[in-house]
């Protein structure tokens, strides 16, 4: 982690202290692991029905830093799973929408938008990577062309990649580390991602239930917390496949492939 040199020097203040207490009582999370957190810059791609849970637990978690990327604006047809958004918000933008309730649910954070799209040629400044690259990339995004893009920026730029997907009732969960040499989101779905008709369904034309992106938001989050507040990937080399149809959870081992166009060529 960027920051990790910094936290003896860093506080928990009275007020930081009051609003984590109930995280810094558990087995294994600390004064330290709250430290880490706080001390944490992630940026995530997608303000919509996966951003807007993993956002909102984050925040209300500690971390220290968030910024929001989508270009889009809310629609009547968003609210039923984006809980960040009112019907008062209807064609706003979703990113600066989403960072001032957000700055509400937790003053002691700083929470940053950008109304942009993110493309190979913006994704150097929109990542912040001439002050020093984020902690965590999150993928929230609903469609594979722009996750590929996420992954290969992931990999040219060493960022852990944080990337979940929600469909109808099934959802997707895997944290690469391209730092590791462990494989990449191109090593699990590269057949897919140049599959022109599995990239057109997303949750606009295939439909999602409400509770399909609050599940796997939050089980975003909850690998985010670990890994930044912990240091620890509980998805090491694990693609976790959430199925609200049977009520069912399980786990895919995956590995690198020596010959993916994407992260092979980067190995150290």
């Known amino acids: 982690m960027n920051t990790a040199d910094s936290l003896d020097a860093a506080q928990l203040s009275n007020a930081e202290l009051m609003s984590y207490a109930r995280q810094i009582l558990l087995d294994g999370w600390d004064i330290d692991a709250q430290l880490r957190l706080k001390a944490s810059r992630v940026v995530m791609i997608g303000a919509g029905g996966l951003g807007c849970p993993a956002s909102e637990t984050l925040v209300r978690a500690g971390v220290g830093q968030i910024h929001l990327i989508d270009d889009d604006v ?147 989050a909850n690998a985010a917390l670990q890994y930044l507040g912990l240091t620890k990937n509980p998805l090491t080399n694990k693609l976790l496949i959430w199925d609200g149809n049977q009520m069912q959870q399980r786990l895919m081992g995956f590995r690198q492939d020596p010959e993916c166009p994407v992260c092979a060529s980067h190995q150290s």
């Open 74 to 220: 809310i629609e009547v047809s968003n609210l039923q799973r984006q809980t960040l958004f009112l019907p008062e918000d209807v064609g706003k933008h979703k990113a600066i929408t989403a960072v001032q309730i957000l700055e509400k649910i937790n003053p002691l954070i700083s929470a940053r938008a950008t109304v942009a799209r993110f493309s190979e040629d913006t994704a150097y400044e929109l990542l912040g990577m001439a002050s020093s690259k984020p902690d965590l990339l999150l993928d929230c995004t609903d469609n594979f062309a722009t996750r590929d893009i996420i992954n290969r920026m992931s990999v040219r730029y060493q960022i852990p990649l944080l990337s979940a997907s929600a469909i109808a009732m099934q959802g997707q969960l895997a944290l690469y580390e391209p730092q590791l040499n462990t494989g990449c989101y191109h090593c699990v779905f590269g057949s897919i991602v140049a599959d022109t008709e599995a990239d057109e369904r997303n949750c606009a034309n295939s439909g999602v239930l409400a509770s399909t992106t609050a599940i796997m938001g939050n089980l975003q």
